[in-house]
């Protein structure tokens, strides 16, 4: 089987580096040349709405997926012309937008942050009255790793955020006081069986995935999540890995957003699960069984941001294992994770205590 993948960055990979076991082979389409997959298999080097580049190449795979959820809506609808694409245009086109996937979290009665979408500064300021302070400003689109946001904590900040973020569409949101974050990675394959790894405990800095562990157990919250993912899944009639990161905040979950593809918070589950969330993918995808999603023990992984540490000494450390992504530095960048998989929740956090010191080294 053939299978291209729109986007060539470290998630498409590690698709690449899951397939090649099960017989798979792979085209990958990026804008850029030196994109880490680029370094894997065979890449296209086009613009994502070049419609003849892309139909082009979804004329030589059996199947499209992505990486990289930003993929214009319409240049997916027009690969889905040629080619199967999976997961659906629709669920991208869901994911690309915060208020969109507000609306069907909201619609699924999937709680969420209290919000308001802003269109100019008098919109603002409604929101703010609406929704209280603190607050933070988000951009509707192309918003990650914590880019486009602005907090708001007083009534003087209003117009600096404006100034940060206006002209576009936004979306003001309560600041949700949390325990800790959660996600659910979970898989529906074409049959539409689904299959829901345990939940990853994560923790963020500058609004970047620092450290995922799993499994985090609370079977109470793991039901609720599973509940919450299955009815999205079905609503979206949705083929592939899924994730939706929540809040925890007294005792339940709160949706913060959702991703149409495999995430970095499910990194841990190549060496911690039983099947990665990369076959998983790639299985579903391809029309294949699913594979059991069990944690083989306590998982930590963490990421290498904007610096990659030289793996001589990481590797040092037994039972480790270092992925480099093989991409240049630059600060703020994701660059390469590091993970471990202990035989108790107390080990992990020892050896995760270890990497947080040597990984940022
Ligand atoms: P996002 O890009 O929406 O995933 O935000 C990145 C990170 O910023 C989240 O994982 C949280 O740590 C934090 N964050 C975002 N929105 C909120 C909110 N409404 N309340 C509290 N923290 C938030």
């Known amino acids: 089987m053939q299978v291209g993948i729109l986007g060539a960055g470290q998630l498409a990979r590690m698709l690449v580096l899951a397939g090649v076991p099960l017989g798979m082979r792979f085209r990958v389409f990026d804008r850029s040349a030196d994109a880490p997959a680029g370094q894997v298999a065979p890449i296209t080097v086009g613009d994502f709405d070049d419609l003849a580049a892309l139909a082009a190449f979804a004329r030589d795979v059996d199947v499209v997926t992505f990486d990289w959820e930003n993929v214009p809506v319409a240049s997916a609808r027009a690969v889905a012309r040629d080619a199967r694409v999976l997961p659906s245009p629709r669920a991208l086109e869901v994911a690309q937008d915060r208020l969109s996937e507000k609306r069907i979290f909201t619609r699924l009665d999937i709680p969420v942050a209290p919000h308001a979408a802003v269109d100019d500064f008098a919109g603002l300021e409604r929101a703010v009255r609406r929704v209280g302070l603190p607050g933070i400003l988000k951009t509707r689109r192309l918003g990650y790793d914590g880019k486009g946001q602005a907090v708001l904590r007083r ?93 925890v905040a007294g005792g339940r979950l709160v949706a913060n957003e959702m991703a149409p593809r495999v ?99």
């Open 155 to 247: 009534p003087a900040d209003l117009q600096r955020a404006w100034h940060a973020l206006g002209g576009q569409p936004l979306l003001y949101e309560g600041v949700v006081d949390f325990d800790c974050e959660v996600s659910l990675v979970a898989v529906r394959s074409r049959r539409g069986e689904v299959a829901c790894y345990p939940l990853t405990w994560n923790v963020h800095s500058h609004g970047i995935l620092s450290v995922s562990r799993a499994p985090f157990l609370r079977p109470r919250l793991q039901a609720q999540a599973q509940r919450h993912v299955g009815r999205l899944l079905e609503h979206l009639r949705y083929v592939g890995v899924f994730c939706v990161e929540f809040f």
């Open 263 to 361: 995430h970095n918070s499910g990194h841990w589950t190549i060496e911690g699960a039983e099947t990665s969330q990369f076959e998983n993918h790639l299985r579903a995808i391809a029309g294949l069984p699913l594979g059991s999603t069990r944690a083989r023990g306590h998982s930590v992984m963490v990421n290498c941001i904007g610096r990659m540490p030289p793996a001589a000494r990481l590797l040092a450390l037994p039972g480790v294992h270092v992925h480099d992504y093989g991409k240049s530095a630059r600060p703020g960048r994701k660059l390469g994770h590091l993970t471990y998989v202990g035989g108790s929740a107390s080990a992990r956090d020892r050896m995760a205590a270890r990497l947080l010191g040597r990984g940022r080294g």
